[in-house]
């Protein structure tokens, strides 16, 4: 291959590669990261806020300005984990999990889950769809949210216990910044 191929190759890459600017913020435990994405003449923003990382598992919501927002869309709060090759995580695919907030408040799903084409054990859980704006009410309400993993013949497990310390305030410059509400009515 010659330098003019070469440098024609490189150049059709750096087009198909979407340009991204990134902001970030912190508000107590949880984080904030918005991405601005464009590719040819489309322009997305993405509004992620999350908790937890650096080895422990996560709970993130995500939206974008292209999504419908409040009152007929709100973002859907979800734990994922995963675990070292070899090794399975505490949640399995098809699992139930309790998001059980200061011991008052709680809401069930299934977790989804399996292993990456790089060997690592995954797996996410969400509320149940109608179940996501009374989730949110209690994640701005609550100290912490408890996940626990759900088992047909012995007591649930805790597996992660996420602060809910900044989380209105998180909730809010995600919302905003991706143009929707920051209000969820009761």
């Known amino acids: 291959m010659n330098f003019r191929h070469l440098m024609g ?6 087009l198909a590669v979407p340009a991204a600017a990134d902001h970030y ?14 590719a040819g003449q489309n322009v997305r923003r993405y ?9 422990m ?11 419908a927002g409040p ?19 505490q949640v399995g695919n098809a699992q139930g999990v309790a998001f059980v907030f200061d011991q008052q408040g709680t809401f069930f799903g299934v ?19 109608q179940d996501v704006k009374n989730m949110l009410l209690w994640m701005k309400a609550a100290s912490q949210m408890e996940v626990r993993a759900l088992d047909a013949y012995r007591a649930s497990n805790q ?18 910044s991706c143009g929707h509400s920051i209000e969820i009515p009761r």
């Open 47 to 55: 509004c992620r806020a999350s908790t937890g990382g650096d080895g």
């Open 9 to 14: 190759a490189v150049g059709l890459t750096v």
């Open 111 to 129: 977790a989804e889950g399996g292993i990456d084409e790089e060997g690592i054990a995954w797996a996410a859980a969400s509320p149940r769809w």
């Open 159 to 176: 597996v992660y216990v996420a602060s809910m310390n900044g989380f209105t305030a998180a909730y809010g410059k995600m919302m905003d």
């Open 57 to 67: 598992p996560t709970l993130w919501l995500e939206f974008s300005d292209g999504d």
């Open 25 to 38: 913020w912190e508000y107590g435990d949880w984080r904030v990261n918005i991405t601005d994405e464009t």
């Open 71 to 89: 009152p007929h869309g709100y973002p859907t709060p979800t734990y994922s984990t995963s675990a070292p090759r070899g090794y399975r995580t």
